[in-house]
């Protein structure tokens, strides 16, 4: 059975993640590669109910935010010359919520509103529209997040985690050599996930009928996790049937993201992505 890696980028390190396990390994001011690796979980596991497609994609997304917030606070602490408070329950869950509602205001209501001053009835134009403005948004705000020096070298760890799980998937041995000799593009990533998301949108969004824009916002809101696990579905397809043209066709949009936020790491930074991957494997 063909064991699925996944990952994110962190501060001056990689989260990697198996089955049953997550390593998190970022590399110290000092030069040390610190690591820490937990037992996972998912609650799919727990109730066959969660397993169900569509579902098992919205229980994912959800995992991976939390996942996600904790592994980049651990890799920030790693970053302080002194020790830094890791964040509380109640913190984490009003970091989670913060970004919920960002990401719904930039990327559900403000797009709507703005297509309301050109397109006054809501259809499937109204929804192109509006799927193309949320496309303009994410792509402006990678762009710009690109000039900071911090996040340029996320984004070569991001290149290093996709590297390192290729280089695993080819089953080839886990060395810099290796691994520096892959692409820092993989279909399986988020960003290929988000262009997903943004295309089945204009179709879901399609189906509410509503003028009434609080009414027709709301229910957008309500059916995003919908989108998501649709979206997902279409990922993990992408990835089971590697040599469909079709589904090749689809990801192309999500490869060509990708060289936004990905970027060629150098040796040290693929040696902390070895290392994460080798915890978890």
Not at 3 to 29: H, N, T, W
Request: net charge positive; aromatic share 12%; proline share 2%.
């Amino acid at each position: 059975m063909t064991q699925y890696i996944g990952g994110q980028a962190l501060i001056e390190g990689v989260m990697m993640k198996s089955k049953d396990k997550v390593a998190f390994a970022a590399r110290k001011p000092n030069g040390k590669i610190v690591v820490k690796k937990i037992k996972y979980s998912s609650l799919t596991e727990k109730n066959k109910l969660l397993r169900l497609p569509f579902v098992r994609g919205i229980i994912f997304l959800f995992e991976m935010l939390v996942l996600g917030m904790k592994s980049m606070a651990w890799s920030a602490d790693q970053q302080g010359e002194e020790e830094h408070e890791h964040l509380s329950k109640k913190e984490l869950v009003l970091t989670i919520f913060a970004s919920v509602g960002l990401t719904i205001l930039f990327f559900v209501a403000l797009p709507f509103l703005f297509t309301k001053i050109f397109i006054s009835h809501t259809g499937f134009l109204f929804n192109l529209v509006d799927g193309f403005f949320r496309l303009v948004v994410f792509l402006a705000y990678v762009i710009i997040i690109a000039f900071f020096s911090d996040v340029k070298r996320i984004f070569q760890y991001h290149g290093a985690e996709h590297k390192a799980v290729h280089c695993f998937e080819a089953k080839k041995k886990l060395i810099v050599k290796n691994v520096q000799s892959f692409t820092t593009l993989h279909p399986r990533c988020g960003t290929s996930l988000i262009i997903f998301i943004i295309v089945v949108s204009i179709f879901l969004f399609s189906l509410i009928k509503t003028n009434v824009w609080y009414y027709n916002i709301l229910l957008r809101i309500i059916i995003v996790p919908l989108i998501g696990g649709v979206g997902y579905e279409i990922t993990k397809l992408s990835a089971k049937y590697s040599n469909s043209k079709f589904l090749q066709f689809l990801i192309k949009p999500g490869l060509w993201t990708q060289k936004l936020t990905t970027r060629e790491p150098d040796d040290k930074q693929v040696e902390v992505a070895i290392k994460a991957l080798k915890e978890v494997l």
